[in-house]
């Protein structure tokens, strides 16, 4: 499946981001759904997962409650509603596809990435 992220850019603290990861090649509903994101110097890091159904989610402690994970697998296409945004949630965010049903919070679990959309947001 080949994953293309979008939807990224350059806000104030406290506006809100939709991101957009649309696939193609195979259908999204055959994968659990990641978001990952990477700040420069940093490791890349967990964000949210959406499971196959779009029926449960799970987020990082540093983004619940602000975040959204949702999916319309009638689309093909993964979102990430990032809402009052704090200059911290600066990094380039990765949607990322998963066969296995575990590891949700592990990189190296997924098995296809997107090119990542960068979110920038200034204080």
């Known amino acids: 499946v080949q994953l293309q992220a979008s939807g990224g850019g350059l806000v104030q603290a406290g506006d809100s981001l939709r991101l957009s990861c649309a696939a193609s090649?195979?259908?999204?509903?055959?994968?659990?759904m990641g978001w990952f994101r990477q700040a420069p110097g940093k490791e890349r890091e967990f964000v949210a997962t959406?499971?196959?159904?779009?029926?449960?989610?799970y987020y990082a402690d540093s983004v619940k409650g602000r975040f959204i994970a949702s999916k319309d697998n009638a689309k093909n296409t993964v979102y990430l509603q990032l809402n009052s945004l704090k200059p911290e949630d600066t990094a380039v965010y990765y949607c990322?596809?998963?066969?296995?049903?575990?590891?949700?919070?592990?990189?190296?679990?997924?098995?296809?990435w997107g090119q990542g959309t960068q979110v920038t947001v200034s204080s």
């Open positions: 990322a596809a998963r066969s296995a049903l575990v590891g949700q919070t592990y990189a190296s679990r997924y098995d296809y």
């Open positions: 090649g195979r259908t999204v509903s055959n994968y659990d």
């Open positions: 959406i499971n196959r159904s779009g029926g449960s989610t």
